[in-house]
């Protein structure tokens, strides 16, 4: 049996790094195992911590049987058995002595893979009931990936005797066996990690709120679409986003744009340059002053680190300046790959009725915050930490390096965790902001009615409370910001203690290469790499929501058009203007039909009236007209055409619309008139207002058809909204309902009614009534009843068979009367009202 006899191999110490054309295994065996059971003992710990603080146990259906999840718990069971056989196998073997790294290694290492094991059963038996994410937790992805890439420092070693490459001996060939299991083993664990297939694919709370839910029974009644995706990690896909990302930053088309984002991609890379050479001339500058230099040496050397300093990147310097010159030709340009707003447009009608965020979602194509913040902000910060290591590694020794990597690790790591856990903070503080904002504009917005009922002291105390509350929410987001803070200030401190004890070290004792000069290069470059770290939380937090934001924004153009044009489709030839409806179905979700075996022709210059119910299916004919949907039977035919055979542009360019619910844009009358057909001239709109008969009433204002119209028309009164839609109209004239005229005056109503029997003269039209007196003159009347035509004919016709249009009838004409001798009776009694006190004849009695 071996004997223990001394730490390292009797030709080797602990701090030789490099010995022999690779790492010194002493070295490397002692720094894993410590390194990987801190990461795992202290992270893992705050993980477990934070799962049983705020976690709950899953329900054993939740948790999904995996194959693969038990090989992650096999291969961390054999890891275990690993380090230990090969501890014990060192140690039964006679011939050699066994160094104490070796047993510290196999101890070190079993320890922290079996807390990892524990780890990773904790994660699969409970979880975080506001999670939206899935996946393993950053710290058990931090582990496997630390193991594996350490394995893979082994090929670094490849021609060192020290190592087993040789496989000469006995021992070389058992300790290259172990680590090729343990290669393989870490590798699997950190791929299989990614997929996480022992955790649920959808977050808790969504499990356990649908599984009441009789998900079968509502998917029968609902359109067939697309399953949708699953919640998953804001970071999963990155390099989907990122790839979609980049036609905002790469002008395709644009030579000039393309040499401007190169020139500002070099610009990077002189700045990371610089940033090394800074601290170098820095040092050389107290070397010389110290080694009593010539002054044209030393003046020269001050020249080149100043002229260096005033290029070096950063806020407010040279070359940063320059580079956000040169990029904002780059960012303000729109380009061609980047998908245009104008594709929401093209989607069918069903979406828009159903998109609640549809503006939202089209401004959010305009940000590409996360890109620039990616390429301006964190790759060149992670590339300075990159650069740092090998730096201190290659011209100190391995332990500066060491140092900066430990500290930057635990500097990134930290300030990802508490920013996500200060989020809820400042999410609370935005809705307590909302919240007190809502009340002050809600106050101000109805003065009058506060005014009306003397409630200034009530709004002012609610005001006070929201904004006390607002305050309460905000103390608590700037105390974590400063607790934040104080962490990241912590880590670099300790990291700067370590690193300029250990430089003080060498520099004093003078068996190392070190001078004084190198002691300031250590502090001002470690300084100047935590500099930009200092908003790494910040880029961190708006990284994360802009890819958020981009999910909806990447759904909206995964949407499919779903009524378009056909292969071979022509233009409509538009003729005289008859409409057929040949046996139309067309139902918005299977199995509940809206339209069954509707038929009916429309006469060129003919009217057609259809009444009914309330969701029978008369604003859905409309639609079809339009052809906002297809039909799922039948045909619709316009001249003889199908218009499911003809171009929409073609088909719409011959319809125009009055809806009830007219909508004006924001901009002159002139412009909404022309909106029913865009090329018309000047003289074509004021002929179209003239039929119209609102063309006096726009000469009579002060700019006449240069007037502004409000938001949604509401600077125009309902009669004028009215007529100018009216004059937007087409050859063939759709009436979506009058709704809008029973709250006008009758005088307008029948100004309104006027003008548009004058433009639907000689036209074809199809009028959608909700008050039957406006269709009296109609040529056809269809009484639409559970999507059927229940009846048809003229007004005289249909009241002499005393059907469903009689008794429409009959209840208008009661309800008219009632209304009729209310408003009588109001009138007598304003006439019986003796007369105001607050007259100014009035004496007062004797």
């Known amino acids: 049996m071996s004997v223990l006899r001394s730490y390292c191999e009797s030709n080797s110490s602990i701090s030789q790094t490099w010995v022999d054309r690779g790492i010194s295994p002493c070295f490397y065996f002692t720094l894993l195992p410590s390194v990987l059971l801190t990461v795992t003992f202290f992270l893992g710990t705050l993980h477990c911590v934070f799962y049983r603080r705020y976690g709950t146990a899953m329900e054993p259906k939740f948790i999904p049987r995996s194959c693969l999840y038990a090989l992650q718990q096999a291969l961390s069971i054999v890891l275990m058995i690993q380090f230990l056989g090969g501890a014990i196998w060192r140690a039964s073997r006679g011939d050699a002595e066994l160094p104490g790294y070796v047993v510290l290694y196999g101890v070190l290492s079993t320890l922290g893979w079996c807390y990892a094991l524990a780890l990773l059963r904790v994660e699969r038996r409970r979880a975080l009931l506001m999670d939206r994410t899935r996946g393993h937790s950053a710290v058990l992805l931090l582990l496997w990936a630390l193991a594996f890439c350490a394995e893979n420092l082994a090929f670094v070693s490849w021609y060192s005797p020290h190592w087993w490459w040789g496989l000469d001996t006995q021992r070389d060939q058992v300790e290259f066996a172990l680590w090729l299991i343990r290669y393989l083993a870490t590798g699997s664990l950190f791929f299989l990690g990614l997929r996480a297939p022992g955790l649920p694919r959808r977050p808790y709370m969504l499990l356990i709120n649908e599984e009441e839910h009789d998900v079968e029974s509502r998917a029968q009644n609902l359109p067939q679409t697309p399953e949708p995706r699953r919640e998953c990690s804001t970071w999963q896909g990155f390099r989907t986003k990122v790839r979609l990302l980049l036609p905002y930053m790469w002008p395709r088309g644009s030579v000039l744009l393309q040499g401007l984002v190169l020139l500002c991609l070099s610009l990077l890379g002189v700045e ?12 050389n500058i107290v070397n010389e002053l110290s080694d009593g230099s010539s002054w044209r040496k030393l003046a020269t050397t001050v020249c080149v680190y100043v002229m260096l300093k005033f290029l070096q990147g950063g806020a ?8 956000s010159f040169l990029w904002i030709r780059c960012s303000s340009t729109p ?33 590409n915050v996360p890109l620039f913040y990616i390429v301006f902000s964190i790759a060149p910060t992670m590339a300075d930490i990159v650069i740092a290591i090998i730096y201190f590694v290659t011209n100190f020794n391995a332990w500066f ?36 904002k809502t009340k002050a504009v809600d106050s101000l917005l109805n003065f009058e009615t506060v005014k009306y009922y003397n409630a200034e002291s009530y709004e002012v105390n609610r005001f006070e409370e929201a904004i006390l509350r607002y305050q309460g929410s ?7 910001l400063a607790l934040l803070n104080q962490t990241q200030n912590l880590i670099i401190g300790l990291g700067l203690l370590a690193g300029s004890l250990l430089c003080a070290y060498f520099v004093t004792e003078g068996s190392f290469v070190l001078q004084v000069g190198d002691f300031v290069l250590f502090g001002t470059y470690i300084i100047q790499l935590y500099t930009p770290l200092n908003w790494f939380g910040t880029y961190y937090r708006m990284i994360q929501n802009s890819f958020i934001d981009m999910e909806s924004m990447f759904k909206l153009f995964e949407e499919e058009e779903e009524v378009k044009d056909c292969l071979g489709a022509g233009d409509l030839e538009f003729k005289q203007g008859k409409v057929e409806f040949q046996n139309v179905y067309f139902s918005y979700i299977n199995g509940q039909e809206i339209l069954k075996d509707v038929s009916f022709t429309v006469n060129p210059g003919q009217t057609l009236a259809l009444v009914g119910k309330s969701g029978s299916g008369k604003s859905t004919i409309i639609r079809l007209m339009f052809r906002f949907y297809d039909v799922q039977g039948g045909n619709v035919l316009i001249d ?27 901009s002159n009358i002139r412009d909404n008139i022309r909106y029913g057909r865009i090329s018309a001239s000047d003289a074509e709109v004021e002929e179209a207002a003239i039929a119209a008969d609102i063309h006096d009433k726009i000469m009579g204002f002060a700019e006449g058809y240069d007037s502004q119209v409000g938001e949604r028309g509401l600077k125009l009164s309902g009669g004028e909204n009215q007529r100018v839609a009216t004059a937007r109209t087409r050859q063939i004239v759709l009436l979506p309902g009058r709704h809008a005229t029973s709250a006008l005056d009758t005088q307008t109503e029948r100004n309104i009614q006027a003008s548009l029997a004058k433009v639907c003269a000689n036209r074809t039209t199809i009028v959608v009534a909700h008050r039957l007196s406006t269709i009296i003159g109609a040529d056809q009347i269809l009484v639409i009843s559970d999507g059927q035509v229940a009846e048809r004919g003229r007004h005289e016709e249909l009241l002499d068979k005393g059907g469903l249009y009689a008794e429409m009838w009959q209840r208008q004409q009661q309800a008219q009367d009632s209304d009729s001798d209310t408003e009588a009776k109001d009138r007598k009694s304003e006439k019986l009202q003796p007369p105001s006190t607050s007259s100014g004849h009035h004496h007062g009695p004797h």
């Open 272 to 283: 990371r340059a610089i940033n090394v050479f800074v601290p170098i001339y820095y040092k």
């Open 316 to 323: 407010g310097t040279w070359v940063s300046n320059l580079r």
């Open 335 to 367: 380009t061609r790959g980047a998908p245009p707003p104008s594709a929401t447009c093209s989607l069918s009608l069903r979406w828009h009725l159903g998109s609640l965020e549809l503006l939202t979602n089209v401004n959010r194509r305009l940000n």
């Open 401 to 436: 390096g060491l140092i900066v990597f430990v500290c930057m690790t635990l500097y990134l790591t930290l300030t990802i965790i508490i920013t996500e856990w200060r989020t809820k903070y400042r999410r609370d503080m935005n809705l307590q902001d909302n919240a007190a």
């Open 474 to 480: 905000e103390w608590d987001s700037q105390a974590s």
């Open 640 to 666: 003889g055409q199908d218009i499911a055979k003809v171009k929409l542009t073609s088909l719409r360019s011959h319809i125009g619309v009055v809806p009830q619910d007219t909508v004006l844009f924001n």
